[in-house]
């Protein structure tokens, strides 16, 4: 048994084609056009935010009298008219890794909008289990003790199991081990520690980070998410930056003015 923390890794985001942008803006008539956003993802957002009133430059649509140059202004107003499907186009991949099965049955409640990738407990043997203890349980000793307990039981009842099965003889055929494992995950916790992969469009992310921080969900998910909150505020600042963090029991939960874009 080890005790974990939960990580949260950003391993990729949506790239622009350049060739193929430049092409499409010949084609409108704005080849000039530039954006000053800071990444890709806010630009694509502009783009197709733009694309939709053709507001590439003055004068190309009657209707629009106004043409805001700035990312920030442009990806601002996007929030403010609530203009949210224009911000499902990027995705951006996470990793949370030394989660706990608790977590990602929440996770998964938040399918719109989604990938998702799990470990899959059916081939990898659970020998090692991590813990995560919540506040209330981390600051009972006898509580402690009691999960920590009950950990290695279960983790020895995976070994002793593994044994019996002889799954690790040679010429085990892999069907038989993952039938096996499969089965004897059953006696494993809820709160062992485990890795799933989550990618989701800026829109999603939004939302999930303001209902997950919130100070009524479940602790370990305001603190995942308040790490990817962390992430996307500094790496997405004009797409991200109108949250405001308010600490609650040493977690933040973010808020926004512009809840459900």
Known sequence: MRKVEPQVYLIGETRIIEEGLRAYLNHVGAPEWKSDAPTDIERIIEVYGRLCYR??????????LKVRKENAEYIGNILDVKHGSVIEHPVINFIFADVSRVFTHELVRHRPGVAISQESLRFVRL???????PTAIREDEE??????????????LQVELAEHFKLDDP??????????TSAMRR?????????????????????????????????????VFGKVGEIVTKRYPNLFGDYTIEMVDGLPWYKTEHSKV
């Open 55 to 64: 507001s590439w430059k003055p004068g190309m649509n009657p209707n629009v």
């Open 127 to 133: 020998d090692d289990l991590g813990q995560w203890l």
């Open 143 to 156: 509580a402690v003790e009691i999960f920590a307990q009950t950990f290695r039981e279960l983790e020895s």
């Open 171 to 180: 010429g085990v055929p892999m069907h038989r081990k993952k039938v096996i």
């Open 187 to 223: 006696l494993a916790p809820d709160g062992l520690a485990t890795t799933i992969g989550w990618s989701a469009n800026p829109r999603t992310i939004r939302w999930v980070l303001e209902a997950r921080t919130d100070k009524f969900a479940e602790e370990e998910i305001r603190l």
